[in-house]
């Protein structure tokens, strides 16, 4: 009798405890946690980008690209005269601001992604090439270079009545 109610009493709890647990679930234990001191670090450049056809930035809207443009010749030894850089006129140039997060344990040499975006007037970055653009963490030290074609997302179409467009082109 004994064990007659005692297996009645242990098959009762088997069940109430499967039936009212509810499923575990896993997680891995990167999600949950962090190390001390290691993260992601956040980088800025100002720069420059050419080739463009057309689709730069203004000279009239825009004073600091003329300004980058004559001191970035200056660095590389050209002498634009004083009276002259009134006169200047680049609609290929769009002055931009690069970022990027700098992953944790990055080794010198690995490649970054950056995000170029235009700080002027420019209508497009398509078909430009980044100048060379120091990335400055937040201690004002470069962390990395950026430097070469654009690629840009998405596509357009455009027609006589209609354009269309998807993504960030």
Known sequence: MFKSCF????WATTTLIFFLTSPAHSARIKDLSSI???RSNQLIGFGLVIGLTGTGDS????????QTIVSMLKKLGVTVPTAEVDQLKFKNIATVIVTSDL???????????VTVSSLGD?????????????????DGNTYAVAQGALSIGGFSVAGAARGIQKNHL
Do not use: C, W, Y
Request: net charge positive; aromatic share 10%; glycine share 14%.
């Open 7 to 10: 297996g009645k009493i242990f």
């Open 103 to 113: 992953p944790p344990f990055a080794k010198q040499g690995d490649h970054i992604d």
């Open 122 to 138: 420019s209508k497009s970055l398509q078909g430009g090439t980044l100048l060379m653009t120091p990335l400055k963490g937040p």
């Open 36 to 38: 001390e001191g290691v």
């Open 59 to 66: 000279a009239t809207n825009v004073f600091f690209s003329i």
